[in-house]
């Protein structure tokens, strides 16, 4: 393992993996959850959809600290 100051360029690898990790999880609240509220309360970049980097909030994609 290295540990390695942020730059850009590990946006990508970030958000694949955290979508990774999160994902069972919001499957689990989907299955719990009324399907209409549960669209509404879980946004659709946070579901482990495809999310592109223009899909991200303006600041994920321009801190750097």
């Known amino acids: 393992m290295q540990i390695e100051q942020y730059t850009p360029q590990h946006l990508d690898a970030i958000v694949r993996l955290s979508l990774r990790a999160w994902t069972p999880v919001f499957e689990s609240i989907q299955n719990a959850m009324d399907a209409d509220v549960y ?9 482990g959809k495809i999310c592109t980097k223009s899909q991200l909030p303006k600041s994920s994609t321009t801190q750097t600290d």
């Open 39 to 47: 669209q509404v309360w879980i946004p659709r970049a946070t579901r």
